[in-house]
Structure formats: structure tokens, C-alpha cells
């Protein structure tokens, strides 16, 4: 049933591509009529778009979203439809626009709430939403898995009950299929179109494709046309009545055929500006035919965190946390080694029923091959080939149409045949690295296999790098982000102007962000983090003192892991810190996990926390974390500016044009308070620069002074400049680096967007401070005068002194002004 539309929206006034938009996380405890009251400050920031979190109906009590369980309907929690068109009314007013998530990929697997899933159980493989989910029938000989049950179905067969024509399990619901009703309950279950299992096998047995591995998300066959349009209509029907402007696109990697999807929803929506959550590995390039805007922003993110890290330090400080540590290089002391030992254990145990069901799916190939080549291979090695190439590949899924299948050849086919005991059994590698390359066929079994293996590939990748990786190798914890690169964090200066040069080239409107609700830690906590790469020997030091006179730690790299969280986190409730360092060590797998927890390591870390970290020892860190406070302030006003002004479209995460200090999620997706009067300076005034601690921390060695500009002003400054001057930032505009001269030339990274704006930041203050500062270096403005828009009443020109160019803050925003 379609919802009635209350009242229509203007217009839309924003810019069909944003300038720059603000992500908000909507939830039950941030309504859209929340959201509608902040519009007036928001505006005032001078973004173009808000950027919500998905609208559509949600497991309810849901606080992200991406649970969806009805896409014909605006989630009633948040307000339902009529709460999205006056949110949207408010924003055009205001001249704002509005993007909103959208997730193609999974509902969740929730039969109470989930209507279509609902009757695909009720009624099996010949409902007609039969199609709409990705189950192999086959593989759970006509039911479906149902990993819901505490213990195995004969311990817990007192819980499962038939209520009239549903099925209960605790709080579990599920249809019964029509006449089975009065059926003994063992006989009952047999006759179900799904089979209620013991939790833990979903490892082994499941037969629908999940996300990653969460079984509670089912995944969607938006492939098929007609899923597509069910699941759309409604996201479709508010972008043609102006309801919303723009689309973010979760996890494409998920699906079948991302290229084919993208270019159907580019059809659908008449090319409204989108941006796809795909994350690029070090060198990989977004596929050229994807009809985008680019991606969500994680490729910036890691080129803006490598400028502000020192190469030469970060090699040091990992010798320091090896030394400190002492882990084993397959489990965090090198990292290619830890991604490698993470993948083979995530591929065995979370994603095995993934991998069972390619390895049947070659087998079934190869068999049928009219060519010799496949013949006769084993399940076995076939299995032990597609687990070789799996845990080798770099990239979170190969694109064989765009050329990108070759990731599987090469060097990482030759490393994969040395896994083979048996050597004649090693040509399984060839003939499965060829299957993915489309070299034996493209019928449709062909072309299923190719799916499947992009799909656990990404997966793969996701798991065994964000979700463990990640809190094994932890020499530097600002590293250890989405799309970054734990084992070389640090750029180059000029390898990011290259990134940027190539990013307004190719993909001038494509996403950008520094902070996101899927962020590990905020980008302020990353810039303080970063601060350690210019001070490792300080840093060992002061853990040698804290170490000696704490409580002692569960295990070394928690430790590490623990005393850099609290450094740049700063002072914090330590329940937020005791939250985030238990996910961290579930995540890690090392010595407790999600699924099988051990309580008393588990104890150990909460005691260790409350008395080390988050207490007096914790002390020791907050002194070096105020002492090198000039530092760290250069780094947060560094990294706000270079994102809000390099090429592509900002994306600020709630709260983060103040300083932000969040952990993990949920820490960092905790409701944010807008103020409501005096938008434009209110509670966002001067008193909040010097309250949220970015305004009032001075400078050292030439890093900037005492005082100057915080960060909401830099970002307040940034995005009015990119209102005023939409030319300089915009598809048609330019990038040039501005490269200075002199003896601290590599300190100061500085770009020009064509020719009217110049932006210019302090890079790895500490060092240049211990290295006497600027010592006469310059950096050459492009012709004409220059005004500082961060501190009115200067300006520059020619050969601008960095010294006096930085003499307030230790960043600078320039505007051109007057003839050239």
C-alpha cells in the first residue's frame, strides 16, 4: 500500500552535484523532525546537502539502519514519509538538499518483521519473493537455514512451540506452511520450507548469501529486474518528486554485477549524483564504466592520514612496538603476515559455508567442461585453489570486465600453487584463477561462479582485514582505517597531489570524508595519534614508566593498543574506553572472540583499563598528550582543511566541525546536540573553540602561535569559500600544487583550485619544530594578492614568508582579491 504524500516540496534550490554535505545518523532517538530543527544551524555551516542515514523500514529499535525490512515504506520510527517530506520542506527552504543512504544488498533476516521473507518461508521456492533473496535450495535440500536456536534442535525442542499458524522460539516467529499445523512437532519441522538450526551452523551449513558473515542480513538479487524495481520504487518515487537529490550506495561489492546495477539505478534515477561505499585498495583505480560520482570518500581518507604521518618515525616506532610486544609475525608483527594467518582463519571458520558453496560450484564446472583442461579435478584441491586465491588477493573483489581479474594471476597464482602437498593437484590454482577470468564459458553456472567469487572475495576482505587485522597489527592504531595501509601509512607529499590531480581529472564530484559512523576513530583522534610518528622514542619511554608502575595488562599489544587509544582519545568517561578495547579484543580473536567469549581474559582487560589507561598511570599519557597539544592541534586543522578544500565533494560526520574524539561504533554514533538559536554563531561561537580545546592551544617552533583559528572556524571559513567560489571546486575546476622553497619546504603542503584559492598546512610539526622551525622558507603565491580568510586584515603576495604566513594558526586559506 502506498503511503498517502502530505504536501508537496519546493523545488529543489540546492546544486543537482552538493558543494558539501552533512551526514546525520538517524535513529529512535534522533527523529527526522530532529533533524529538521538542526537544519537552520546546518545551513548556516554553509553545506549544501544533509546526508541522511538509510529512511526506509528498519528492524525496529534499530540505531544504524541498514537492517531494512520493508522498502516500500519510510521507517515509521523516524517519523515515517510525512516526517521525511517536512524534514525535506525545512531543508529547501534553508537551501539545502538532501542525499540518502541506500542499501541494495541485504534485508535483514527478521520473518516477523520482514513481510517478503515471510512468505518465501511460508511458502517456499514458488512464492513469488522467492526471487527476490539469494538461497541455494539445492544446498539445504529444500529448506532454508534458519541459525536461530541455542543449542542443537534435539536440547531445545521444549522451546518450539506451533501458536495457531506460526511457529514460535522465544522471541522468534516464523509461518508455518499451510496444513502443517497440527502436525507432531518433529514432523512438523520436516515439513517447513526452512529448517530452525543450532547458531553455530551457520559456519558450516548455511545456504543463503549473507552480509559478510551476519546472518541476521539476508542478501538481496537486486540482478533481477524486478527485485530491483520492488526494492527502489519507493527511493525512486522521492527522488522524481524532489523529495531527495542524491544517493550513497552501501557495500556494492556485495552484489552480483555492481557494474550492471549502477548503470540500471543511473537509468532509473536520470543520473542524479551518487556515490558508491567501494573501497580501493593502494594503487586500485574506481572501475571507469561505473556511472558514479565517484566513491564515499575512504581513498581521501587515506591520502589526507598518510600526509601527516612521518615515514622515517613510523619505521621506528614499529621497532619500538615489536620490541614492546613482541607478537609473532602472523599475528601482528608484520603485516602482510597478519592479514595472511586472519584470512585463512576467517575463510575456515566464519566464511566456510561460502567457500563450500564455490568449491561445489567448480566442481560442477569442471566437470561439464567440453574442454579437457577442468576435467578431473577433486573437490578437495579445487576447494584448497579457491582457498589459495582467496587469501591472496589485495583488492576487496576483481572486476574482469574492467581488467581488474588479474589480481588472481601472477605472482599470487605462484604463491598459491606452493600451498599443494600433492604437486600434480596444483593446476586446480590455473584452472580456478581461469574460471574467475571467464576463459572456460559464460553460460550462466559460469557466470554465478564469477559472482560468487567477487562476493566472497569482498567479504573476505572486510573480515579478515577491517574486522581482524586491524586489532592484531596495532604498531600504530591511526592506521588501521578503512582503506588504509597498516604496513606503509605514510605518503608522500607529492604522491597525494598526484592522487588529488588524478581525483579532479577523472572523478571531480566523488565523495570524500575523514570521520564516518563506520570510522574506527574520529579523524581528530587520528591526528593525535599520528603525533606518535615524530616521537616514538618519547612514546616507548613513557610506556616503559606506565607499565612499570600499573596494573598489569592481559597481554603486550593490548597494552599498546590501550595506552595509544586513551593518547588520543584524551580524557574520556572510561566506560567509553573499557567498551571499545573489549570489541577490540573480540575483534582480534586472539584470546577471546564474539562467539566464544573467555570471561576471565575479558576480566582481565576491564580490571587492567580501570586501573592502567583510566587510571593514575593514565596520567603519565595525558601529560605527553598535553605537551605536544600545539602538535596535535596542527595536525586536526591540517587534516579538516586539506579535506574540505582538495578536489571532490566534503562529507562532514555529525559533530565533526568541532573537535570530535569517538572510537568505534556504536561510540561514534551517538546522538549529537545542534544548537537551535543563533545559528550562526550561538553555542558554535568562540566559546565552543575554546571549549572543545581546538581554539586555545598554542604553537611551538614555528607551528603557529598561541591563539588563532580553531577548528569550526577553518571549517565555517572552508565551506563559505566553497559556496562563494563554487568555479574553484567545482567539475571545471583545477588543482596545482604549490610547492614551497627553502629549508622546511616538506613541512608546508599547499595547492592552489583554479587560480583563486590557495590552501597551505603545516605537516609534521614536531619535527620541524625540533629542526629549528621555518628558517626562512617561502612558499610562491600564485600572481596577484591574496587574503587570509582566517584571519581578516592580511594579506600576501609573491613569495609569502611560511613563518608569517603561520604565524596564528598553523594552516592557511587564501582568497585571491583584486584584478591579477
Not at 583499563?609 to 592541534?633: D, I, Q, S, T
Amino acid at each position: 500500500m502506498t503511503p498517502e504524500r502530505p504536501g508537496p516540496v519546493p523545488s529543489p534550490a540546492a546544486s543537482p552535484v552538493p558543494s558539501a554535505t552533512y551526514r546525520l545518523q538517524l535513529q529512535p532517538d534522533f527523529r527526522f523532525e530532529a533533524a529538521a530543527a538542526a537544519v537552520p544551524y546546518l545551513a548556516s555551516l554553509g553545506v549544501s546537502h544533509l546526508h541522511l542515514s538509510p529512511v526506509l523500514e528498519a528492524v525496529p529499535g534499530s540505531r544504524h539502519g541498514y537492517d531494512v525490512v520493508d522498502h516500500a515504506r519510510v521507517r515509521a520510527e523516524l517519523g515515517g514519509e510525512e516526517g521525511l517530506r517536512a524534514l525535506a520542506r525545512t531543508a529547501r527552504e534553508h537551501g539545502l538538499g538532501l542525499v540518502v543512504d541506500i542499501v541494495p544488498n541485504h534485508m535483514a533476516m527478521s520473518p516477523r518483521h520482514n513481510r517478503a521473507l515471510w512468505e518465501v518461508l511460508r511458502e517456499g521456492p514458488e512464492s513469488p519473493y522467492a526471487r527476490w533473496f539469494d538461497i541455494d535450495w539445492r544446498a539445504g535440500g529444500g529448506q532454508v537455514l534458519l541459525p536461530v536456536l541455542g543449542a542443537p534442535v534435539g536440547e531445545v525442542l521444549d522451546d518450539l512451540r506451533a501458536d495457531g499458524d506460526v511457529l514460535r522460539y522465544h522471541e522468534h516467529a516464523f509461518p508455518l506452511r499451510d496444513g502443517t499445523a497440527d502436525l507432531p512437532l518433529p514432523q512438523l519441522l520436516d515439513a517447513q520450507w526452512y529448517r530452525p538450526v543450532w547458531w553455530r551452523l551457520a559456519r558450516t551449513e548455511l545456504n543463503y548469501r549473507r552480509f559478510f558473515s551476519i546472518s541476521e542480513l539476508i542478501g538481496l538479487r537486486v540482478e533481477d529486474p524486478e527485485v530491483f524495481e520492488a526494492t527502489h520504487a519507493t527511493v525512486l518515487r522521492l527522488l522524481r518528486e524532489g523529495v531527495v537529490d542524491g544517493l550513497r550506495v552501501d557495500h556494492p561489492d556485495g552484489l552480483a554485477d555492481p557494474g550492471a546495477y549502477l548503470a540500471r539505478l543511473h537509468e532509473a534515477t536520470g543520473g542524479r549524483w551518487t556515490v558508491v561505499e567501494k573501497i580501493l585498495a593502494d594503487g586500485e583505480r574506481l572501475p571507469a564504466a561505473w556511472p558514479v560520482a565517484g566513491t564515499t570518500g575512504y581513498d581521501a581518507l587515506r591520502h589526507v592520514d598518510g600526509l601527516f604521518t612521518d615515514p622515517a618515525g613510523y619505521g621506528e616506532l614499529l621497532g619500538r612496538y615489536r620490541a614492546f610486544a613482541a607478537p609473532q609475525p602472523d599475528r601482528g608483527g608484520d603485516w602482510a603476515a597478519t592479514v595472511r594467518r586472519a584470512a585463512y582463519r576467517v575463510l575456515t571458520h566464519e566464511l566456510a559455508t561460502e567457500l563450500d558453496r564455490l568449491t561445489r560450484l567448480a566442481h560442477r564446472l569442471c566437470a561439464a567442461s567440453p574442454q579437457p583442461a577442468p576435467r578431473d579435478r577433486a573437490p578437495w584441491a579445487l576447494g584448497t585453489a579457491l582457498r589459495e586465491l582467496l587469501v591472496r588477493l589485495e583488492v576487496y573483489r576483481p572486476y574482469t570486465a574492467a581488467g581488474a581479474g588479474e589480481v588472481v594471476t601472477g605472482e599470487a597464482a605462484a604463491e598459491a600453487r606452493l600451498a599443494f602437498t600433492v604437486p600434480e593437484e596444483a593446476g586446480a590454482v590455473d584452472v580456478v584463477r581461469d574460471l574467475v577470468l571467464g576463459r572456460y564459458g559464460d553460460g550462466p553456472d559460469h557466470e554465478e561462479f564469477r559472482a560468487r567469487f567477487a562476493q566472497t572475495a569482498s567479504a573476505l576482505r572486510a573480515k579478515s582485514v577491517e574486522d581482524t587485522a586491524f586489532y592484531r597489527y596495532v604498531p600504530l592504531l591511526s592506521a588501521t582505517e578503512v582503506g588504509g595501509n597498516p604496513g606503509g601509512p605514510a605518503l608522500d607529499p607529492e604522491v597525494f597531489h598526484a592522487y588529488c590531480a588524478r581525483v579532479q581529472r577523472d572523478w571531480p564530484a566523488t565523495g570524500t570524508v575523514v570521520s564516518t559512523h563506520d570510522t574506527k576513530r574520529s579523524a581528530d583522534v587520528r591526528a593525535a595519534l599520528a603525533v606518535l610518528t615524530e616521537c616514538p622514542a618519547r612514546w616507548a619511554d613513557v610506556l616503559t614508566e606506565v607499565t612499570r608502575a600499573g596494573e598489569g595488562a592481559p597481554d603486550p599489544q593490548l597494552a599498546w593498543a590501550a595506552w595509544q587509544t586513551v593518547f588520543g582519545l584524551g580524557p574520556a568517561d572510561g566506560g567509553r574506553v573499557r567498551d571499545a578495547l573489549l570489541k577490540h579484543v573480540r575483534e582480534a580473536g586472539l584470546h577471546t572472540g564474539w562467539t566464544e567469549r573467555v570471561a576471565s581474559y575479558e576480566e582481565a582487560v576491564e580490571a587492567f583499563v580501570a586501573a592502567g589507561p583510566c587510571g593514575a598511570p593514565g596520567e603519565r599519557v595525558a601529560e605527553l598528550r598535553k605537551a605536544v597539544e600545539p602538535h596535535v592541534r596542527a595536525n586536526v586543522l591540517g587534516t579538516a582543511l586539506v579535506h574540505l578544500t582538495m578536489p571532490g565533494v566534503p562529507d562532514l560526520y555529525q559533530g565533526t566541525e568541532h573537535e570530535y574524539l569517538a572510537l568505534v561504533d556504536p561510540d561514534n554514533r551517538r546522538p549529537v546536540d545542534f544548537p537551535t538559536a543563533h545559528p550562526a554563531t550561538g553555542s558554535d561561537g568562540e566559546s565552543r573553540e575554546h571549549a572543545d580545546g581546538t581554539g586555545s592551544a598554542g604553537g611551538a617552533g614555528g607551528a603557529g602561535g598561541a591563539g588563532g583559528a580553531g577548528k569550526t572556524v577553518v571549517t565555517r571559513a572552508a565551506l563559505a569559500l566553497r559556496a562563494r567560489r563554487p568555479g574553484a571546486f567545482g567539475g571545471a575546476a583545477t588543482y596545482e600544487p604549490v610547492r614551497a622553497e627553502g629549508p622546511a619546504a616538506e613541512h608546508c603542503v599547499a595547492f592552489a583550485r583554479s587560480g583563486d584559492v590557495v590552501t597551505a598546512v603545516t605537516r609534521l610539526s614536531l619535527r620541524l619544530a625540533r629542526e629549528g622551525g621555518w628558517r626562512g622558507t617561502t612558499l610562491p603565491l600564485p600572481p596577484g594578492r591574496w587574503a587570509d580568510t582566517l584571519a581578516p586584515g592580511r594579506e600576501f603576495t609573491g613569495h609569502a614568508r611560511v613563518e608569517e604566513l603561520f604565524a596564528d594558526t598553523p594552516v592557511a586559506l587564501l582568497e585571491r582579491v583584486g584584478d591579477q
